[in-house]
């Protein structure tokens, strides 16, 4: 049975017989459609890529307001596009493992403190300049410049010099960090000439793709560069489009009428429908994104932390995993790191729904009427039921939440990190470090609760800097606990990342860093024949 779902798999692959027989073979011969599915891709990526053609995605999380630099990414589709047009020094590959890509090699010293990188020579930016050491010492100086917008700053903030050496760069860091190589991979440090200095919106990089055409909050072109230094392992097609459709009914009809090729944030509750769409093929896959409620630390009502307890203990999260999710998530604990995380203390108490302690802490609170919840289609699948859930299971505490929906063009730029209490979600991050600084330390540019704490602070500075993983451990524990009882951010659930692409898409490997293969689905996947 086995030599023959083989060997149908790679006739599937050839173009010599379409999908939908090849599940019905395997479900005759008793083999569930994902292991099915599992044999076609090992077959495709056995096969190798095919080059040719528009590969096209249908994405939610693109707004009118969106900028090609990379700096100010907050949202799905321009950090997807910038996948395509722009790389890092390294990358975190789907195994969570580290990962070359302008640089070639990295050494760090003993004390963590010296990392030298090695730059890859041959790279060529899309305006046809060599890439050379200064243009990552100009990037990174970029980011890290204190009066930088970056949402990447809080990573970059304790270089003490980053200078040319030969052919390398070399970052020495105000104290130690074993986790540099995940920092400089993060997506906010696309490599530009000049560092992005001259022209920090031009796209131009040296990723696979280069702009053609970009229209933000409706569609952006991407064409095959000619002068890609890695043209066997990325850019199979010919072109990539984004079209972006935040409705997410749209979005299915244009992935089951052929228009695009994938799509991301299949809603849950279509999840098992579209199971039984022909030639689609749902992507899940356990990651470490989270959604959330937001409310600023600063602003009143939330200033007072027996409030924001209040809105803790009012949330029913079982419920939301099971009728938001449908299942695929887990529940949340008011901090944004689970077991998936290295150095995660898996004894901290896991907070629960308790209307008891919810009217307790809100009488204590002194805070008399409504609260205003501000949520839309687009930030988060199933975010406005999440609301009306989450405003029942309230009610039910004496908490009146009055739920305001707001349309999804303009969401990221004028109510998110804006408005005083909103909804959200965070794709995660490799480290422990990455996520708590780029969301809860201080200075974070995207500190979208404005918890503004210097012991919090000091606590993930003391953990960055401790090579003992024992005592680094401990110290996150106590970050987490302090964001977990005193915080503005409410956890209820950690989701899966589910997509959905149509039998003509090849090369797909599942990856727990983000949607869409972690964003790399249009330069990594090809069109089969």
């Not at 930016?125 to 917008?149: C, I, M, Q, Y």
């Not at 000619?226 to 009809?253: C, F, L």
């Not at 809603?267 to 600023?296: C, D, Q, S, W």
């Not at 979208?448 to 993930?460: H, V």
Request: hydrophobic share 40%; aromatic share 8%; proline share 5%.
């Amino acid at each position: 049975m086995t030599n023959e779902l083989e060997f149908l798999s790679r006739e599937v692959v050839r173009g010599r017989l379409s999908r939908r027989d090849f599940l019905g073979r395997a479900a005759a011969l008793g083999v569930t459609a994902t292991l099915a599915n599992t044999l076609i891709g090992s077959a495709a990526r056995a096969a190798g890529p095919v080059k040719g053609g528009i590969l096209k995605a249908g994405m939610v999380g693109g707004e009118s307001t969106n900028s090609l630099d990379p700096g100010t990414w907050a949202s799905q589709v321009p950090y997807t596009l910038g996948r395509c047009w722009g790389e890092q020094l390294l990358e975190v590959s789907p195994a969570g493992e580290i990962e070359p890509r302008i640089a070639e090699e990295y050494d760090a010293s003993p004390d963590a403190k010296t990392w030298t990188f090695k730059i890859r020579k041959g790279v060529t930016f899309h305006n046809g300049k060599e890439l050379t050491p200064a243009d990552v010492v100009a990037t990174l100086e970029r980011h890290a410049d204190e009066n930088s917008k970056s949402a990447a700053l809080p990573f970059v903030s304790d270089f003490e010099s980053v200078k040319v050496d030969g052919g390398n760069v070399v970052i020495v860091l105000k104290e130690p960090n074993a986790d540099l190589p995940y920092v400089v991979g993060d997506y906010h440090l696309m490599i530009q000439p000049n560092g992005g200095k001259d022209a920090p919106t031009a796209g131009i990089g040296t990723g696979p793709y280069k702009v053609v055409a970009n229209e933000p909050g409706v569609r952006h072109v991407g064409e095959r560069f000619k002068d890609y230094w890695a043209p066997d392992a990325r850019g199979h097609a010919d072109q990539i489009e984004i079209t972006v459709i935040n409705d997410a009914t749209a979005r299915m009809s244009a992935l089951q009428g052929g228009q695009v090729h994938m799509i991301n944030r299949i809603e849950p509750k279509i999840i098992e429908m579209l199971k039984r769409v022909p030639g689609v093929t749902i992507r899940n896959v356990p990651g470490k994104g989270h959604y959330v409620f937001i409310a600023h630390c600063d602003t009143a009502p939330f200033s007072n932390n027996d409030l924001r307890l209040a809105l803790k203990y009012a949330v029913d999260r079982e419920e939301m995993v099971q009728k938001i999710l449908g299942g695929y998530g887990s529940v949340g604990n008011d901090m944004p790191v689970t077991a998936a995380y290295a150095l995660f203390s898996d004894d901290i108490e896991q907070r629960t729904y308790d209307p008891d302690k919810a009217k307790f802490h809100f009488k204590k609170s002194g805070h008399d009427g409504s609260v205003l919840l501000r949520t839309s289609d687009v930030a988060f699948p199933g975010a406005v039921d999440a609301a009306q859930l989450y405003q029942q299971s309230a009610a039910k505490a004496g908490i009146n939440i009055e739920v305001k929906r707001e349309p999804g063009d303009g969401y990221w730029s004028e109510v998110w990190n804006k408005q005083p209490f909103s909804m959200s979600y965070w794709t995660g991050r490799p480290t422990q470090d990455q996520v708590y600084s780029i969301a809860y330390l201080s200075q974070a540019e995207w500190n979208d609760t404005r918890f503004l704490r210097p012991d919090f602070d000091k606590l993930i500075f003391a953990a960055r800097a401790e090579l003992d993983q024992a005592k680094r451990k401990e110290i996150y524990r106590q970050a987490g606990v302090m964001l977990r009882d005193e915080g503005g951010v409410i956890i209820p659930m950690f989701n899966n990342y589910v997509d959905a692409t149509s039998d003509k898409v090849g090369g797909w490997v599942d990856d727990p860093n983000g949607e869409l293969m972690g964003s790399h689905a249009l330069t990594k996947c090809w069109l089969e024949a």
